[in-house]
């Protein structure tokens, strides 16, 4: 663990947090508690979306939904324990994780959540006027 290189949280980064410096949107407790915890990938990386995606092509143009805490937990972990997951399918590593996730302490899951309300904050600016619709509905619209 030693040689693991953890990313710092900085707030007036205005490339990462455009917008997001008003205390109503982002309350200052919800900025201690992501700076209690020492994510691995830096903070841009984890809130925003992949550049990959593994939809049907028809889906593909569609907006992602919002991370939640859980989908960023995922992807900070699986990135800080690459080499332990490398060889295994997704579904096994996500059986493992959703395990690891039941048993985090509450610091974790809090910092998590937070960074959650942080991710669908950015979501909200870069996809302005997005509404999910569940493909249901979807296809009734159409």
Not at 87 to 95: R, T
Not at 111 to 137: C, T
């Amino acid at each position: 663990m030693s040689n693991e290189q953890f990313h710092p949280v900085n707030f007036n980064d205005k490339h990462i947090y455009e917008k997001l410096s008003d205390e109503v949107i982002f309350p200052e407790l919800d900025k201690q508690t992501i700076n209690s915890y020492n994510f691995y990938l830096p903070l841009d990386t984890l809130i925003s979306n992949s550049q990959t995606s593994r939809r049907p092509k028809k889906l593909r143009n569609k907006t992602p939904r919002p991370q939640n805490a859980w989908i960023l937990y995922r992807k900070d972990r699986l990135a800080r324990d690459a080499k332990v997951y490398r060889g295994w399918k997704a579904c096994d590593i996500s059986k493992d994780l959703g395990e690891r996730w039941k048993n985090e302490d509450e610091i974790t899951i809090e910092a998590f959540n937070a960074l959650a309300k942080l991710a669908k904050h950015r979501h909200g600016i870069v996809n302005e006027g997005y509404k999910y619709i569940p493909l249901k509905k979807r296809n009734m619209i159409d």
